[in-house]
């Protein structure tokens, strides 16, 4: 992500916009940035400083040193930078001191005839030591660590589409209250929501959700750090494949909207998970699709608010009369993670819920509320479309 002074945007009466990398200048940014890219891996093996001394004077033959140093920043992201694993700094300093003990007073200013006593020590080390430089001591100094490489192989659209993510999510960290309204990928959602450790309230609106995200500046303390969580729960949130979001922005002239949603043409780079927690529950879905019944399946739909956490079973089923009800599968997890599970459904008290434990689960059918099934090594479709039929007569 970038910081404050590296954010590009426009402030209008009632907008605040990012001021993006567009396509119009598509081959000009394009050419910036593969330029950075090859100042990097041309310094594979060098420090950060000496990376640092090109980049600046790089910079200086351009007139928007906010962009450049912005893609620098992303690229940097991607760095790896390293000491010398093999040297002992603290102790190589020690060494030398100990050496210049006997030569003290050591004098930094050389006289007309003789050398500094701090040259002549450094070099009388150097000599007895094979040491290469002064500079021996200090490779654990951040800025002496050595640029190693690059973890990705990066292509300049890849970072050109990470800077404009960037600039979105650098909006969010004046945020004062955000909304975003979903209609699927709600388990996803709130992994991010949970992971970000937002505080939130949630509302089921006809087809979709609306869900009201406390901003950093909504609080009185650890805003910058909220902030910076906030932001990353943008990515996200682009994960769902239909969203939208509005978030209140404080600005020197007040608070302005900045609105997203997935049209925008923003990439995130989170990876999407795979849409089943398990093999069980995989093959439960393809069986269950292949059963001729009045019966919809549909993965993680439902969302139940529980206060400080929320509750989504794995399937909804609907039926074409218009009747619904949800499955639970319960594989085989920690006692812990059983504990918790089992609070949450006695938390969502839903008589239309229907949950499938496996058996070598330590509990029983008196463990849960309602509809229990108990599964070997699969959940089998037509015992739960028998308890379907049972649980909506």
């Not at 049209?263 to 699709?289: H, I, M, Q, W």
């Not at 039926?319 to 499955?327: C, I, T, V």
């Not at 008196?366 to 015992?383: L, N, S």
Request: proline share 3%.
């Amino acid at each position: 992500m970038l910081t404050g002074n590296l954010l590009r945007y426009v402030v209008g009466e009632k907008e605040i916009t990012p001021r993006y990398l567009t396509r119009r200048h598509g081959d000009f940014y394009l050419r910036l940035t593969n330029d950075l890219l090859l100042t990097f891996r041309a310094h594979i093996g060098k420090t950060r400083k000496e990376l640092t001394t090109s980049l600046e004077q790089y910079e200086r033959g351009w007139a928007g040193h906010r962009i450049v140093r912005g893609l620098t920043k992303i690229i940097d992201g991607f760095a790896e930078y390293q000491a010398d694993q093999e040297i002992n700094y603290a102790e190589e300093r020690i060494r030398l001191f100990e050496f210049a003990e006997k030569y003290r007073p050591i004098v930094r200013q050389a006289d007309v005839i003789h050398k500094s006593t701090r040259d002549v020590v450094l070099e009388r080390y150097f000599q007895e030591n094979n040491t290469p430089s002064f500079q021996h001591f200090y490779g654990d100094l951040v800025e002496n660590h050595k640029l190693v490489g690059l973890r990705d192989e990066l292509r300049a659209e890849e970072i050109i589409r990470r800077y404009n993510l960037a600039l979105a999510q650098g909006l969010l960290y004046r945020c004062h209250r955000m909304h975003v309204w979903v209609w699927d990928s709600y388990k996803t959602i709130f992994h991010y929501i949970k992971l970000a450790g937002l505080m939130h309230t949630i509302q089921k609106q006809k087809d979709h959700y609306f869900i009201c995200v406390d901003g950093p500046f909504s609080l009185f303390r650890r805003t910058l750090k909220y902030g910076i969580h906030l932001a990353r729960f943008l990515p996200g949130l682009m994960l769902a494949k239909r969203w939208s979001m509005r978030a209140d922005i404080d600005t020197p002239n007040g608070q302005r909207i900045f609105q997203l949603d997935h049209a925008s043409g923003l990439v995130s780079y989170y990876k999407k998970e795979n849409p089943f927690d398990s093999s069980t529950e995989e093959s439960f879905c393809r069986d269950f699709e292949k059963q001729k019944s009045g019966w919809d399946i549909r993965r993680e739909t439902e969302i139940i608010d529980l206060g400080d956490t929320v509750f989504i079973p794995d399937f909804t089923f609907c039926h074409r009369d218009g009747r619904q009800a949800m499955l639970e599968i319960v594989g085989f997890w920690t006692p812990e993670y059983l504990q918790r599970k089992i609070a949450k459904i006695h938390s969502a008290n839903r008589q239309d819920l229907i949950v499938a434990v496996n058996e070598k689960l330590n509990c029983s059918k008196e463990d849960f509320p309602g509809v229990v099934i108990f599964f070997k090594t699969r959940v089998k479709a037509e015992m739960v479309l028998a308890e379907l039929d049972k649980l909506i007569a």
